[in-house]
């Protein structure tokens, strides 16, 4: 069975700064992987996903993930943090095979001013 | 393009009420699904519909919940009875039909309808 463990159920970081929201999957077949943000009282929404191309993979807001099957890792960095960053960021695992998806915990990013 | 819509936003029930969620999904998507978050944990993959069809249900916690989507539209999920522990947030979440190895499919999800039982 699939699934994401994400580590850190809260990150505070200052703005301008690293943002690293950390994500290790589990799946016995060549995985897809996503990241979605949710904002407070709306729907999640993607941020970017990888799909055995390019492992490195750019998404909207600056946000960028980079896949590594060595350490069956999939963080989520940005290299400046903005106010409007702060939101709670969920892992996904998915496959060929199924088009289900497993989400993780949620990390909620704080960005102090 | 309208979104996922669901209907209501939170919902607050006494133990042993019944409740049924609503979601409209985007036009033309033949995947439906239906998530559950409780209490800041993970979200929790209940259900998956393709049309009207339960493709798979395995998520889906006893059988006080009860999901249909007749005419492979909007779908409804009933709690009845509801439980304590059935708090939490329903999410609701459709996708396009890329055919069988769809895996890749980006879902696009709903607001949520947050699910309060004293």
């Known amino acids: 069975a699939q699934s994401v463990t994400q580590l850190g159920s809260h990150v505070s970081v200052s703005e301008g700064a690293l943002v690293l929201l950390r994500c290790n999957y589990s799946?016995?077949?060549?995985?897809?992987l996503f990241w979605y943000v949710q904002y407070p009282n709306q729907g999640l929404q993607l941020l970017l996903k990888y799909t055995s191309a390019a492992t490195l993979v750019k998404g909207i807001n600056g946000f960028e993930a980079e896949f590594k099957k060595s350490e069956t890792s999939f963080h989520l960095t940005k290299p400046s943090a903005h106010m409007s960053d702060a939101a709670e960021y969920f892992c996904a695992v998915s496959d060929w095979e199924s088009d289900d998806m497993r989400f993780g915990a949620g990390t909620r990013l704080t960005v102090k001013p | 393009e309208a979104g996922v819509t669901q209907f209501p936003s939170h919902s607050v029930i006494e133990k042993g009420q019944t409740v049924t969620l609503r979601c409209d999904p985007i036009?033309?998507?033949?995947?439906l699904y239906w998530y559950r978050r409780v209490m800041g944990k993970e979200i929790k993959f209940l259900l998956h519909?393709?049309?009207?069809?339960?493709?798979?249900e395995s998520g889906m916690p006893n059988n006080r919940f009860l999901a249909e989507r007749t005419g492979g539209t909007y779908s409804t999920l009933k709690v009845q009875p509801a439980e304590l522990e059935d708090s939490g947030v329903y999410f609701c979440a459709s996708s396009q039909d890329l055919g069988a190895h769809s895996g890749a499919n980006v879902l696009t999800f709903g607001a949520g309808s947050r699910l309060t039982v004293l």
């Open positions: 519909f393709v049309k009207e069809s339960k493709q798979d």
């Open positions: 036009s033309g998507h033949d995947n």
């Open positions: 799946s016995s077949v060549p995985p897809y």
